[in-house]
């Protein structure tokens, strides 16, 4: 099987080893708008070479979209375009409502699966890319009625093999589920670095004081914005609906601690505990 990995970053990059370490593809090309991503991705042999778009899509057998989320719903258009009946498209952004809507109508739309691995760091570019990234983890296959069976069989055997545990969901579904359990961790973690360096200018020894739980906290503050304000703004909705929760919970929290409510604040850490169950 060729491969077309359009969008060598993190994902994309990671992905592309993947293919190559399971075997599971004979040649991996790659596209990439940036210049320095597609030289370090030869460099770096996430890839065997780099071409256009069409070139890409003219030779693969599966073409990956694995760019930002704004782009992914036009580069599907586009794909689905130019493939035969033969060939696959599949994307593997973190919201999936925009784009189902967009190619719901298109001719091909049964070569097309769309899915979200549930895997990611806080890096991009192709430096980002990790062996391995995928093993254990679970991707989330949103619409596959809507795909060709073939087509739908063929994503579903590939991140068997790569050790993907696989979740069937609508695209909306997905979308409100994504804003719960990734969107918001980051969204947090930017504003608690905002907060942090804001209260920086006054204390210099404020980072000097920083714990590994400070650290882990605003860990994903150092993910690109190019990548997460096209992910706020296209689920904004959802993304809407938890930050309001969220708010919520804090100013909760805020009231209690006002009070000196030590009982309130201790129920609530308890429940909080209840994660656990769900994170083990």
């Known amino acids: 099987m060729n491969a077309a990995i359009v969008g060598v970053g993190l994902i994309g990059g990671s992905f592309a080893l993947s293919l190559k370490e ?46 930002p989320v704004d782009s992914i719903p036009m580069l599907a258009i586009k794909a689905l375009n130019k493939i035969s009946s033969q060939q696959t498209v599949m994307d ?13 109508q298109h001719p091909k739309r049964g070569r097309f699966v769309a899915t979200h691995p ?22 989330i296959v949103c619409n596959g009625g809507q795909s060709d069976p073939d087509a739908l069989d063929s994503v579903i055997r590939i991140y068997e093999k790569i050790g993907m545990n696989i979740l069937h969901m609508d695209a909306e579904e997905q979308d409100l589920h994504s804003a719960y359990v990734s969107h918001i961790s980051h969204i947090t973690s930017f504003a608690l670095a ?8 006054e204390e ?23 990548t997460w304000t096209p992910i706020f703004l296209r689920n904004k909705y ?16 805020r009231r209690m601690i006002e009070r000196d409510d ?6 609530a850490m308890e429940h909080a505990n209840l994660i656990r169950k769900i994170l083990k």
């Not at 990611?120 to 991707?139: H, I, K, L, N, Q």
């Not at 905002?194 to 200018?201: A, S």
């Not at 404020?206 to 503050?221: N, P």
């Open 22 to 67: 399971h075997g599971i593809a004979d040649r991996v090309v790659g596209v990439d708008n940036a210049s320095d991503n597609r030289s370090r991705a030869l460099e770096l042999g996430l890839v065997d070479a780099m071409l256009s778009f069409e070139e890409a899509v003219e030779e693969a057998d599966l073409i990956v979209l694995a760019t």
């Open 92 to 104: 593997m952004g973190s919201i999936k409502s925009e784009l189902c809507e967009v190619i719901e």
């Open 118 to 139: 549930m895997w990611g760091t806080e890096y991009s570019g192709p430096d980002a890319a990790e062996r391995g990234a995928f093993t254990g983890r679970t991707v």
């Open 194 to 201: 905002l907060t942090v360096l804001e209260k920086e200018r």
């Open 204 to 226: 210099d020894h404020i980072f000097d004081l920083a714990s590994s739980g400070f650290e882990s906290t605003v860990r994903l503050a150092k993910s690109s914005p190019k």
């Open 238 to 253: 959802n993304v809407l609906d938890v930050l309001r929760e969220h708010i919520h919970q804090l100013q909760v929290f």
């Open 262 to 267: 030590a009982e309130g604040l201790t129920a």
